[in-house]
């Protein structure tokens, strides 16, 4: 009670006493407040603007880094395109007037922004609420999301000023341009063109983010409208930068309508193309000028050099048809962007001595020797010299960087050289301007005075040259010699010629009637002084016995063969009587003599006939017109002189084909001179594994007989690999060679009797005397021989044991097929086993190894390259059966058993991620290097160059010469980073 009493006096008088209340429960509506008040706060925050920042308050300040702000001014630059691991970015760069600032865009908003077309140009006005990123060096900003990018201004019209040139003032505006494209280059930013509109140059640049949703085709020699934003490049180079493709439109210039030529100057503004023979070449403020004519109708056409550059001088001569595309200008000519060849005029090669102020213009080519050479600035000057005359060459800057560094290398004084080009005048001088690095090759040695082109001209033509220098052409009619000069008759012309001249002229080599080019200056219509002499086509001339020799004969050139019955010495002089007929050696020949008779000797002496006391004798006028016959072994002779000669003759000669009978091989041989068949002995034959028919053999031969006493090989051709299947009756006579399995054996009493079979059908061999030769059923059989005919089937006869090779023996215990296996079971295989694989790839090491593959794995096995198949017909990727030697690690035979041809390429699309890979590419021959093993070519369709290696071992005698064009089948490989094709088979290499 006292408690109670105590607790009522805490209220005031009057107040009742209140009911109690429960403070816990304040705290859960204290902790509901607090939520609702961070979430209005965050909601405010989230609302706010980040702030707007100068780029000179930013740049460098680490405590901006990462911080969130706004910039705000006008895009400065193209906008840079980077994909890297197939993510794209984009960079813009805002100045705002205090500084510039560049803003990253990055994968996945970067394609969106592709997607939608919100892309930043130059001129454009922009905010951009950017994150910042401040390095030690560089400040940049990343824009994060869509909604950052606010267009103030956007620099476009629907309709925008179509200019013709640019101008530095222009900049930031939206102008169009329309004309020719002259040139045409994919760089990094985009494609860069540059337009003619017959009054100045524009450069257009498509920026490359354009062209990551679109395909835009365009090359030179098209029309384009580019519109666009007009960019100072570097800040002083004014080019148009295309932002929208939806403007831009190109007509191709194939589509270009036909004008006639007196018609085309009526049409201005008109992109056409017109037909003319080319009249001449000139240069004009940075283009040249082309002058076409129909024969009555003239008009000139303005080109770039890397348009005219598409003309080979050495190939296109002016008189050419030519078609000329691109836009008539209101001067009256046409601004070319785009030149065809319709019918070309060869360029022949002239004398330096016959170029003329009147000929400038015209395209010439020369031959000479490099006097001198000068760089002038970045240009080179060559002066050069054939003997007739020097003159200056000239080679711009441009085509100096499209010559290849083997040529440049030989750009040497003292060596030769062939150009190409039209020619000018330089202050007075003549010379021959080489417009593109395919006019000029440097030949790598001295050009000799007989490789000078002069005007070929008959007697007949004379007329027309007095005064001039000129080759002669003309049939060898006589010689005679009066006061220290010899006198050639040649066609009934009077040919002056001193005696070092006469030298090049052996009688016993060609006689009369032999066709001789004698470079020298006409005198008169009848009349030339002689400056060198060259036998185009040697007559071989006719034996004659002494008593035949007459009076009658005086000049004649004559050949005669007998006994030597006097030697003489006249006071240095030399008189030799055969039989009765009197030979004289004057002192300076005499003194030259490779060999001097004796008395009792057979000879064969050539030379002159003349009188002396009333009595025809013959002199003698080269050290090597007396030769003996039959005394210190053979004479180089040819098959033709096979008919008339008595002593045995040396021959060089290719092998044609061989035969068998009555005890006697037979070889059908020939040369330039004709062709024949001659008889041999076993013993003498070659090899047929090493040397085949085509090679090149010296022949020792009786003329007499008819047979072979000595065969030397000068020149192996070694004996093609051919499928049993494949040999045929046309093939009767050649020598050949097979790799197949032994299908039957059977010794023939001394001889061995054998069925080859590699799968394609089988073939008898026959082999004389090969019945100790230890061939089994199911062995593996290298041969080589001569195809011959039995029972009217083809039969290969191998006429010596040494060319089989037994590369295989069959299991014990009776015949077997060779066993199956996968790729895995190589490496414990023993033996010859049969895999079926997919030739994936080749490569050389010391020797050729392809890599193959099945399901079960992958591996490399050496291979001879005779098995390689035809890359043309079947290349990686065919399926195919090999015999593998896995004792041996060696291929021994190869069967595509699903061909599938190589791929064609185009020259600039070979890569280094095709090794490997066999391919198929064509091109036009740029340069030609030989070395002591190899052939390198450069070659070229258009789309880049390709080096093309070949071993002269696959080439063979095939020759090559730059603007020839070759087909080439082989495998890609490198050298020293650069991409190579090498064939490896003569029959892969087709030049046309």
Avoid: C
Avoid at 200 to 227: E, F, H, M, Q, W
Avoid at 287 to 304: H, K, Q, S
Avoid at 308 to 326: D, H, M, V
Avoid at 577 to 583: C, D, E, Q
């Amino acid at each position: 009670m006292a408690g109670e009493k105590q607790e009522k006096k805490l209220y005031y008088h009057g107040l009742k006493e209140q009911k109690k209340i429960d403070v816990s429960k304040l705290k859960y509506l204290s902790l509901l407040l607090s939520v609702i008040g961070v979430a209005v706060l965050l909601v405010a925050a989230q609302s706010a603007q980040a702030p707007l920042m100068k780029v000179s308050d930013v740049t460098g300040n680490y405590m901006m880094n990462y911080a969130v702000v706004r910039l705000s001014g006008t895009i400065s630059s193209v906008p840079y395109v980077s994909e890297s691991g197939g993510k794209l970015s984009l960079t813009f760069t805002i100045d705002d007037g205090t500084g510039q600032m560049d803003v990253r865009v990055y994968s996945p908003l970067a394609d969106e922004m592709v997607e939608k077309g919100v892309i930043p140009f130059p001129g454009d006005n922009v905010t951009a609420e950017v994150q910042l990123r401040v390095r030690e060096t560089y400040t940049y900003a990343i824009l994060q999301y869509l909604g950052g990018l606010e267009f103030n201004n956007k620099l476009y019209s629907e309709s925008p000023k179509t200019v013709m040139e640019l101008t530095e003032n222009m900049s930031n505006t939206y102008v169009a341009v329309q004309g020719v494209v002259t040139e045409f280059s994919n760089v990094s930013s985009g494609y860069l063109l540059t337009v003619d509109t017959g009054v100045a140059p524009v450069t257009v640049l498509i920026p490359r983010v354009l062209l990551i949703k679109n395909n835009v085709s365009v090359k030179v020699g098209d029309t384009v409208y580019a519109p666009g934003i007009v960019y100072l490049y570097k800040g002083t180079s004014p080019e148009i930068v295309v932002r929208s493709l939806e403007q831009f439109n190109v007509t191709p210039i194939e589509s270009a309508p036909l004008v006639p030529l007196a018609e085309a100057p009526g049409y201005v503004g008109m992109v056409m193309s017109v037909q003319g023979s080319l009249t001449g070449i000139t240069y004009e403020s940075g283009r040249y000028v082309l002058t076409l004519t129909d024969g009555t109708n003239y008009l000139e056409v303005l080109v770039p050099r890397e348009v005219l550059a598409n003309l080979n001088p050495f190939e296109l001569a002016s008189g050419s048809l030519i078609k000329a595309a691109g836009k008539m200008g209101d001067d009256g000519r046409l601004v070319g962007a785009y030149l065809g060849v319709i019918e070309a005029v060869k360029t022949e090669f002239l004398p330096i001595g016959v170029l003329t102020p009147d000929m400038k213009g015209t395209i010439v080519a020369v031959k000479a020797n490099i006097e001198d050479v000068q760089n002038v600035g970045s240009n080179l000057k060559l002066v050069v010299s054939d003997g007739t005359g020097k003159i200056d060459v000239f080679i711009p800057s441009a085509a100096l960087r499209e010559l290849s560094n083997e040529t440049l290398a030989d750009l040497k004084e003292g060596l030769g050289v062939e150009v190409a080009g039209y020619l000018d005048e330089y202050r007075g001088s003549l010379e021959v301007v080489v417009y593109t690095g395919s006019g000029i090759k440097a030949l790598g040695r001295p050009v000799g005075s007989s490789e000078v082109e002069l005007p070929k001209v008959k007697a007949s033509e004379l007329g027309k040259y007095t005064g001039k220098l000129v080759d002669f052409v003309g049939s060898l009619q006589g010689l005679t010699y009066a006061n220290g000069t010899y006198y050639l008759n040649v066609d009934s012309v009077t040919v002056s010629i001193s005696r070092d001249v006469l030298m090049a002229l052996n009688p016993l080599d060609a006689g009369e009637g032999s066709v001789l080019v004698i470079r020298g200056f006409v005198k008169d219509p009848n009349n030339l002084k002689g400056e060198s002499l060259t036998v185009q086509a040697a007559v071989p001339p006719v034996q004659i016995k002494p008593e035949d020799v007459t009076s009658d004969m005086v000049g004649k050139v004559v050949a005669v063969a007998g006994r030597v019955t006097d030697v003489a010495n006249l006071s240095g002089n030399l008189k030799i009587t055969l039989g009765s007929l009197p030979v004289f050696v004057p002192r300076t020949t005499a003194n030259e003599l490779a060999y001097v008779p004796q008395e009792g000797d057979l000879v064969e002496i050539g030379g002159y006939v003349e009188l002396y006391r009333d009595e025809p004798e013959i002199v003698v006028f080269h050290p090597e017109a007396i030769r003996k016959i039959g005394a210190s072994g053979p004479v180089e002779g040819t098959v033709s002189d096979l008919k008339s000669a008595t002593e045995p003759l040396l021959l060089t000669v290719t092998w044609d084909s061989l035969s068998y009978e009555s005890g006697e091989y037979y070889l059908g041989i020939h040369d330039d001179t004709g062709s024949t068949t001659v008889t041999a002995t076993k013993d003498l034959l070659p090899n047929p594994l090493e040397a085949a028919t085509g090679s090149t053999l010296k022949l020792v031969v009786d003329p007499l007989s008819g047979s072979v006493t000595s065969l030397e090989i000068a020149k192996a051709v070694p004996p093609k690999l051919y499928q049993t299947g494949e040999v045929t009756l046309d093939m009767k006579g050649k020598v050949i060679a097979l790799n197949a399995t032994a299908v039957k054996v059977a010794a023939v009493g001394d001889n061995l009797k054998l069925t080859l079979d590699d799968g394609s059908g089988g073939i008898a061999v026959f082999i004389p005397n090969g019945a100790e030769l230890s061939v089994d059923e199911g062995s593996v059989v290298y041969t080589a021989g001569y195809v011959e005919e039995y029972n009217g089937a083809p039969e290969l006869v191998v006429y010596t044991t040494e060319a089989v090779k037994v590369e295989g023996a069959p299991s014990q215990g009776g015949t077997e097929t060779t066993k199956e296996v996968t790729v895995s079971e190589l490496s414990s295989a023993t033996g010859q086993v049969n895999l079926t694989v997919v030739w994936d790839s080749l490569d050389y090491d010391n020797g050729y190894y392809i890599t193959v593959s099945d399901d079960t794995g992958s591996a490399t096995l050496s291979i001879s390259r005779e098995l390689l198949p035809n890359p043309f017909e079947a290349g990686t990727g065919s399926r195919i059966e090999i015999t593998y030697d896995a004792d041996a690690k060696k291929v021994v035979s190869l069967t595509v058993i699903e061909a599938i041809p190589s791929e064609t390429y185009k020259t600039g699309d070979v890569t280094l991620d095709m090794k490997g890979k066999t391919v198929i590419v064509e091109g036009t021959i740029k340069d030609v290097y030989e070395g002591r093993t190899f052939i390198k070519l450069t070659i070229d369709d258009g789309s880049g160059e390709l080096v093309i290696f070949i071993p002269k071992s696959v080439g063979g005698d095939l020759t090559f010469s730059e603007g020839q064009t070759i087909r080439v089948g082989g495998y890609v490989t490198e050298y020293k980073g650069t991409v190579e094709v090498i064939p490896y088979t003569a029959d892969a290499i087709e030049v046309r």
